[in-house]
């Protein structure tokens, strides 16, 4: 890998640190959306995960657009900012955090929901039988039993996170160091006719998906044996 | 237990299900609802563990579960439930099945030893629930339910999802846990052969109603109910095996002090058995044969009796001279009860042609 530059690995660094923040706070907050979207009765959830799954539709400009008016000087990320004296959460990491769990919420909703309506009622139901309360019931029974479907979750998080482009563009700027990750990257060398690097970026993140599909595959695999 | 009853009623709707029952049962032995498929039974059942809400009453001994005012959620009742299908966490092995609802023995708590022991799964303890053969999965359901230290033991058709082969090799564990354990059950079945064995309460259902609630003998010899008109119909009787003849192969019990004579093992000698007596087994008599192959002949009053279709007789006898014993079903043609000028009241003897132990061998 000799002759890269370091702002390469600069945004290298960027986009591994942005794809794993974001993951876990998408776990942390897709699971309990997650959970009631399996287990809920209510009439309106379906229009809830609607709602979740708009990103896989809209054009990332759209969502761009929209996170811009949020997140901007004169929408509540703007006076979030102003807490520590910032003027606006566009063009920050933490608006690209924030983006980018928008835009990947669909992908971790979508397999742990799965995983959890595939469990159906009656572990949940013998945990309680057994003295279980619901906290424990969720943590040593549903989670483990939708192993798979985080395992999924994660992966495809992270990758999407990794690929993902409109979004940066409209609302990170491209601030080296800051909101400069590797999608990005690649669309700069081929403006300023750096086909070298754009080639190495290119394959190195085509063969970075093709791990994460295969891995993906192999997971299900594992899952669809165990749970028989 | 300061009140040694289970009193249950619930009602409500469920889509287009309507459920309006109630009974009491006193709290110990086995309680069976039965049914027919779809009258309620497991509706019930979920009530009394709480995992359907619905309007009702529900006191275990005088612990107060759900009335108007509370609602024990399901996780603070102490039960054990044993679902149809086993159920077990496919992610623990059966060690971690039996242990996860386990509770510290108190002096009359269930250890895991006496579990395991109870239910020979000593074997099984570090296999995968995916590994283990239907029966097995069903034993170890059962014993994680009584490690939960239960006060009450549900059991939703716990044989109904095995072939008839694991269902004969269940229900002697089922005997034992009865002989065993003074833990109550409630055990919902359509299957009346489970009931002839466990149950010592019965508790009728149909459409989301109970008919009927008692004893299993005095149920079964009601004439106004289905379990005496059906075809199959028959008549458990208690009793104590007291010799055995090598020569014949046959065993002596008695029932209320009077003998009777079962084709057996020699092993059941000294233990409590259960007859069973089919109603189509039993034909009348004014005078004791003795010149019969009928090993069984017992004086008998006819208590009752009441047409069963246009040609046939269902009488309701009383065992012993007085009447006052164990209660049997004779069903006889109608020819001969006109012929033999029967009516109730009547002492006469009846001939039982064949008498089984309801219990098979038992493994005590």
Known sequence: ?????????????????????????????????????????????????????LPLVLPPTVLGFYLLVVLGPNGPGGALARLWGDATLAFTFAGLVIGSVVYSMPFVVQPIRNAFEAMGERPMEVAATLRAAPLKAFMTVAVPLARPGFATAAVLGF?????????????????????????????????????????????????????VILAMTLIQKRAARISE | MTDPTLRLSFRGRLGRFALDAAFETPAVGITALFGPSGCGKTTLLRCIAGLQRLDGDCAIGGEVWQDGARFLPTHRRALGYVFQEASLFPHLSVRRNLLYGARGANSNGIGLDTVIDLLGIGHLLERAPRNLSGGERQRVAIGRALLSQPKLLLMDEPLSALDRETKSEILPFLERLHERLALPIIYVSHDMGEIERLADHLVLMAEGRVIAAGPLAKLESDPALPLATASDAAVMLEATAEEYDARYGLATLRVEGRPFLVPASPEIVGKHQRLRVAAGDVSLAHEPSKTSTILNIVPVRILSASALGEHQMLAVLGLRPDGQGARLLARVTRRSWEHLALAEGLDLYAQIKSVALARGPSRG
């Not at chain 1, 959306?33 to 799954?53: D, G, H, M, P, Y």
């Not at chain 1, 409209?170 to 601030?175: E, Q």
């Open chain 1, 1 to 53: 890998m000799e002759g890269l530059s370091p702002e390469i690995w600069v945004a290298v660094r960027l986009t591994i640190a942005l794809a794993a923040t974001t993951t876990v706070i998408l776990l942390i907050v897709g699971t309990p959306i997650a959970w009631w979207l399996a287990r809920s009765r209510a009439w309106w959830k379906e229009a809830v995960a609607t709602v979740v799954a």
């Open chain 1, 159 to 211: 990758a999407h996170t990794v690929g993902e482009f409109g979004i940066v563009l409209m609302i990170g700027g491209n601030i080296p160091g800051s909101t400069k990750v590797l999608s990005v990257a690649v669309f700069d060398y081929v403006e300023a006719m750096q086909w070298r690097e754009a080639n190495i970026l290119a394959a190195g993140m085509a063969a970075f998906a093709f791990v």
